[in-house]
């Protein structure tokens, strides 16, 4: 149990490693998803641009 | 393994080149329906994962061991959650009404079983008669939809049912809809049969993710689903369905601005989500209200585990207003409590915007005034979901700590048990809702075949994503927005604002006014004395 001897001071068990870096792997994970989905798709949710409006990386397809 | 299987199963229906896929979906939607595969692969996944978390979960109670022996007997025997998972095969697998009237019984007694986990707690047992009461309402009716059923159509069988209606009396067709409307409303706990599914909270964590979260709530809306092409002949009924659906989104998301227990924060949550599947059914949405029930699944299980979580680290503490600044303490439950919420919220790109926010659209889309009705209280429902949702994150996680200090000395994250399951839950949360919204609810995918019928008056997707205004596809983002800031403005920067409401006269008037003199005085005028 956590507390020093006398009951004095405050001495908690904080999460170890591996919980803090599975923890701010899985936020970094969905934040990244969504910075990279509003990207790609943003526009398109926000109005700017049709659904089936080409990508510009497309045009690379002319070269082959 | 299994859900390896039915994913496999999933992605190669949908591979034209591929002559085992073509074999795998012509034997699997001809044989079992779709829905089945999904109900399965929603059961699998919730199953294995679900007794990792028990016997992290109970071990506190019996032993670490245990736990283990319990969850394994329950695996081999048929007991407790294996009964479950059968009855529920039974329900999504039948090929006729009856079969699937036996598993949906077998899920209300078990149901009642586990609710009652604690059995020597009064409240419990008082939540389990409840619930199993409540559930019997919606057996009574379905029954009655099967005695209407067999002399109209000579057979309980899906394949005849399913193909009479447009031949039957349409009246016949609405009484057997509005019957079997009522049992879903008990099971899918619609307003105003929906006082159980609170008090089912008196059961274990894990078990209201599983059930009351994922697979039993959603047996109504799975049998409104499969008698789609009885309902389509029904138009009153499919009107009935959407007010009903929509009004009650609107009812348990006010509802859980004002509760003060985690759990049942996060089960009137269940019900106003529950009221968007139904929602969608009314507005001839199959398709996505199948997907809305698959994906609040991954999100509400992942938020309920998560809330065990913190119950289990606080020393059992369920009172959110006794928690506060657990972030420091529990930082990866706040992560993946976090993932949950966003997706909940239909946070766009997470797995719930894919689902809920097309709802949303499609009753729009509709142009009529029952959709009307529907597209209204779903924005604003969507609103008050982000406020109650961030309400919870804020009073547990982000406030100053506001409970006993010895909890926060002894509190503790969860063990890789746990762990694993919470992590499987947000990667799908994040992740799931993009892979495979296409297949479920895209323009021109046929991965339904024949199991769901949408009559062609009712077709509105491409009305809903192409004609509408782009302020009203936005709204219920605008508003889940306002929603999360003004709930994190108002519980972290301004928290007297609502003491203040109750400290001063203006608010207490107004609540003696409401119930003394409007509820009891209109009683008093119109009753027997």
Redesign the interface.
């Known amino acids: 149990?956590?507390?020093s001897a006398g009951g004095l001071g405050?001495?908690?068990?904080?999460?170890?490693f591996t919980?803090?870096f599975?923890?701010?792997a899985?936020?970094a994970?969905?934040w990244f998803?969504?910075m990279y989905?509003?990207k790609q798709?943003?526009p398109v949710?926000?109005?700017w641009r049709h659904p089936w409006d080409h990508h510009g990386d497309d045009h690379h397809d002319e070269h082959h | 393994m299994l859900l390896a299987i039915t994913l496999l199963v999933l992605m190669s229906s949908v591979s034209f080149d591929d002559i085992a896929g073509q074999t795998f979906s012509i034997y699997i939607i001809s044989i079992a329906g779709a829905e089945s595969v999904i109900g399965l692969s929603i059961l699998v996944a919730y199953y294995r994962l679900r007794g990792a978390f028990i016997s992290g979960f109970l071990g506190r109670f019996v032993g670490t061991t245990g736990a283990q022996i319990l969850t394994c007997a329950c695996l081999f025997s048929f007991e407790g959650d294996q009964v479950y998972f059968t009855d529920w095969n039974f329900l999504i697998t039948g090929a006729n009404y009856f079969v699937l009237f036996v598993g949906w019984e077998g899920i209300g007694v078990v149901s009642y079983l586990l609710i009652n986990f604690w059995f020597t707690r009064i409240q419990a047992n008082k939540a389990a008669i409840l619930a199993f009461n409540t559930n019997r309402i919606g057996d009574m009716a379905l029954s009655i939809a099967y005695f209407v059923m067999l002399p109209a159509f000579g057979s309980a069988d899906f394949s005849t049912v399913f193909s009479l209606p447009a031949y039957i009396n349409q009246t016949t067709i609405t009484i057997i809809g509005f019957l079997l409307l009522v049992g879903a409303m008990a099971k899918s706990s619609q307003i105003p049969l929906h006082n159980w599914l609170p008090g089912s909270m008196e059961g274990p964590t894990p078990v209201s993710a599983l059930i009351h979260a994922a697979t039993l709530v959603t047996a109504g809306s799975y049998l409104l689903i499969r008698s789609s092409p009885l309902l389509e002949y029904a138009p009153t009924v499919l009107l009935v369905i959407t007010i009903i659906g929509a009004s009650t989104a609107f009812f348990a998301a006010t509802c859980g601005l004002v509760q003060n227990d985690i759990k049942r924060i996060i089960a009137f949550s269940t019900i106003s989500q529950l009221g968007y599947m139904v929602m969608a059914i009314g507005l001839s949405q199959y398709n996505v209200a199948l997907a809305h029930t698959l994906f609040h699944a991954y999100f509400k299980a992942l938020l309920f585990l998560g809330a065990g979580s913190v119950i289990h680290a606080f020393g059992d503490i369920q009172d959110v207003r006794k928690m506060g600044g657990l972030i420091n303490f529990l930082p990866f439950t706040y992560a993946v409590m976090l993932v949950g919420t966003l997706s909940l919220l239909a946070t766009p790109f997470l797995t719930g915007f894919y689902s809920k926010d097309l709802i949303i659209e499609l009753a729009y889309g509709q142009y009529s005034f029952s959709g009307t009705y529907a597209y209204i209280l779903g924005s604003v429902t969507a609103g008050l979901t982000a406020f109650y949702s961030f309400r919870l994150i804020s009073l547990v996680f982000l406030t100053k700590p506001n409970g006993n200090k010895q909890n926060y000395l002894n509190s503790h994250e969860a063990s890789i048990t746990v762990i694993i399951p919470l992590a499987v839950l947000a990667i799908f949360s994040i992740f799931f809702g993009y892979v495979t919204s296409d297949l479920f609810v895209g323009i021109g995918s046929d991965f339904f075949a024949n199991t769901i019928f949408i009559h062609p008056n009712n077709i509105s997707l491409v009305e809903a994503e192409f004609s509408m205004n782009f302020i009203f596809k936005l709204l219920p983002t605008i508003f889940s927005l306002a929603g999360t800031l003004f709930a994190l403005y108002l519980y972290n920067y301004n928290p007297h604002f609502i003491d203040s409401l109750v400290e001063n006269n203006l608010g207490l008037q107004f609540g003696y006014n409401i119930s003394k003199e409007i509820d009891r005085g209109v009683i008093e005028l119109i009753g027997p004395y």
């Open positions: 149990m956590a507390g405050f001495t908690p068990h904080f999460a170890g919980h803090r599975v923890g701010k899985l936020g994970t969905m998803w969504m989905r509003a798709d943003g949710l926000l109005g």
